[in-house]
């Protein structure tokens, strides 16, 4: 005789019970985006991510607007994000901040108010943040120049004078912006020659070693005996070489010149 017994099984559908709503970032820089995460717990203890599967509703859209998961920064202020299952459950609302940028200013340190033309000058930049700390952020601004034919800038070469000119300045960073900066782009050009020794008078076979000096419009002086043009006018009475040397060949009366760049000594 075969005995039997009865085994009832009951099969109960796993229910979704509660949806968790998580970020990478709750402050947001506004039009920057971040991706949301839908986690649901289940009847049978599971989480699962269901991050595909829900709706989002934001409590002020003019703050923030999401679309297929992600969540855009569109304008300053405080707003909620809740996620909803299509089976009635939703989330906790949860806070989301969007901010114009971290930083509520920009310090640039090193910019100079003048620069020669092919000069360089190095810089750098300190964003300021809501507690007064202070971060170099030189790797992260762009800058706006109102006259880019006048200088170059970037992180490796720093600023560089291109032309003569003047130009403003700012650097900035997500949606701050520095104080203008003037700059005054000069050209340093060739203002007067000067030859050394002054002679008026020279003995006939004679060899004298002559130098001449550029000075600039910046108060800088260089020794320019080998970059000007030596020139007499008798070379029946002395010659000059190229690099200074005048000699004396018979008596009279003779001019000597140095010339560079149009000025005559």
């Known amino acids: 005789m075969i005995k039997q017994k009865t085994i009832i099984i009951t099969v109960n559908d796993v229910e979704l019970t509660e949806l ?3 970020a990478r970032d709750w402050e947001l820089i506004r039009g920057k985006s971040t991706e949301l995460e839908a986690l649901g ?3 049978d203890g599971a989480y699962i991510d269901i991050t595909p599967s829900v709706s989002w509703s934001v409590g002020n859209e003019s703050v923030l607007s999401i679309s297929n998961g992600v969540a855009t920064g569109v304008g300053q202020g405080s707003t909620t994000i809740t996620a909803a299952a299509s089976n009635g459950v939703t989330s ?3 806070p989301m901040e969007v901010i114009e940028s971290p930083y509520v200013s920009l310090d640039v340190v090193g ?3 003048s620069i020669k033309v ?3 000058a190095y810089w750098y930049v300190m964003g300021v943040d809501r507690y007064g700390r202070h971060h170099n952020v030189s790797s992260q601004i762009s800058w706006n120049i109102s006259d880019q034919s006048t200088i170059k800038i970037d992180r490796i070469d720093g600023l560089q004078g291109l032309k003569a000119g003047s130009t403003l300045i700012s650097a900035k960073i997500d949606n701050i912006e520095s104080e203008p900066h003037y700059i005054e782009v000069y050209e340093v050009v060739l203002d007067k020659l000067t030859v050394s020794p002054s002679i008026s008078k020279v003995f006939t076979n004679e060899v004298v070693r002559l130098h001449a000096t550029g000075h600039f419009t910046d108060d800088t002086e260089l020794d320019m005996t080998h970059q000007v043009e ?6 029946n009475i002395a010659t000059v070489s190229k690099d200074g040397l005048l000699t004396t060949l018979r008596a009279g009366v003779v001019t000597l010149t140095a010339m560079k760049d149009g000025i005559v000594k």
């Open 230 to 235: 030596w020139k007499v006018s008798d070379e």
């Open 118 to 120: 092919g000069d360089q």
């Open 92 to 94: 906790w609302p949860v």
């Open 41 to 43: 717990r289940f009847s």
């Open 20 to 22: 968790r709503v998580g």
């Open 111 to 113: 910019l100079p108010h």
